[in-house]
Nanobody
């Protein structure tokens, strides 16, 4: 099974920025949307942002609105997550999810569509 691949994580100080990438080599014309999630130690995996391949419609979690920007490059089967004004609460493993669904402005992940994740650590 082809899985998406994330990259771009690293260590930054509070207030810093990172840009994550995720490539879905298995994307087809029927693939509707992709999303970013994150999982901090001791917490559930939570939604961060999502984008539709065809329309570019975007959704964000309230916790990242105004700080994070999701974008896409259809030709490269790649989505991006620009993260600004990072704080220690953003520390988590960030996962890309392929071929999820939208319902009432919410993105629901594909259970079998997870990448391996990329670590983002924000120091105090």
């Amino acid at each position: 099974q082809v899985q998406p691949v994330e990259s771009g994580g690293g260590l930054v100080q509070t207030g810093g920025s990172l840009r994550l990438s995720c490539t879905d080599s298995g994307r087809t014309e029927s693939t509707y949307a992709m999303g970013w999630f994150r999982e901090a130690p001791g917490k559930d995996r939570e939604f961060v942002a999502a984008i539709s391949w065809a329309t570019g419609i975007i959704a964000y979690a309230d916790s990242v609105k105004g700080r994070f920007t999701i974008s896409k490059d259809n030709a490269k089967n790649t989505i991006y997550l620009e993260m600004n004004s990072l704080n220690p609460e953003d520390t988590a493993v960030y996962y890309c999810n392929r071929d999820g669904t939208y319902y009432e402005d919410s993105y629901y992940p594909n259970f079998n569509g997870w990448g391996q994740g990329t670590q983002v650590t924000v120091s105090s």
